[in-house]
């Protein structure tokens, strides 16, 4: 399996504190039947930089510390970069990394509470670009929850999305947990990915997910993402399915 989101590289992030902990994650991953990791810290989140060029160096220094432990786990470059009105700046100055940096995709975050009103914009322009935006963990961004319509509306615009493995299973709780599934149900995903930040309470649980979408969905919705994500390695497109209008509420009930 591939998971496309995780926070394995050693003190750059609220993920792996050394290189113990890394170590850790990747033997914990591996054991969960993983065998690539995009490395994806995050960047200017109002709390860390993690700029294209010191992501690079890391990532090849843990890949080698993988291999000196016999870890059969390759990272892949990546980043999740918080959305903001520089982006475009950012990318002139060669800061930002797209995954395995083939310049195609980028994982993008929206602040949790909040989609900010220029998001459309940042997705139409960094299509333009030919650099497709893939939207992590957008069940658990509050506006998203509150106005299903504007997931549909970024996803229509051209923007890809990801779900996090432990949304699906409930460890954010049932209400993130609901949306997960109508999200996938309205074809508003296209990956599901760990967002592993340690071995613990946010782990590397996507194989529990993929049991569960192939319970309630069937075992093709699952074949779907995890050759999603092969094709990202493979720096190839993605399957995209049209995405399904959520419909009106009746009584306050979809």
Request: aromatic share 8%; with cysteine.
């Amino acid at each position: 399996m591939i998971d496309i989101h995780c926070h394995i590289i050693p003190g750059v992030d609220d993920g792996s504190a050394n290189i113990e902990d890394s170590l850790n994650m990747a033997k914990k991953a591996v054991e969960a039947g993983i065998t690539h990791v995009f490395a994806t810290p995050h960047h200017l989140n109002e709390k860390y930089v993690n700029v294209k060029s010191d992501i690079m160096d890391r990532v090849l220094r843990l890949n080698e510390s993988f291999l000196l432990n016999n870890i059969p786990l390759t990272l892949h470059l990546g980043q999740e970069v918080r959305i903001h009105r520089d982006i475009f700046t950012s990318l002139e100055k060669d800061e930002i990394l797209t995954l395995d940096d083939n310049g195609r995709y980028l994982l993008l975050e929206l602040p949790s509470g909040r989609v900010p009103t220029y998001t459309q914009e940042v997705i139409y322009e960094l299509l333009l670009k030919g650099i497709t935006p893939i939207i992590v963990h957008p069940e658990r961004n509050k506006e998203l929850i509150a106005n299903h319509k504007l997931l549909f509306e970024l996803v229509q615009e051209g923007a890809l999305t990801q779900i996090t493995s432990g949304s699906i299973i409930g460890n954010f709780g049932k209400s993130i947990q609901s949306f997960s599934k109508k999200i996938i149900e309205h074809n508003l995903t296209h990956f599901i990915a760990t967002d592993a930040h340690n071995i613990g309470t946010r782990g590397f649980t996507l194989q529990h997910a993929f049991e569960t979408i192939t319970k309630v969905y069937g075992i093709e919705r699952t074949f779907y993402f995890k050759e999603n994500a092969e094709q990202l390695l493979k720096n190839q497109s993605p399957a995209v399915e049209k995405p399904v209008p959520f419909k009106k509420k009746i009584l306050g009930i979809f």
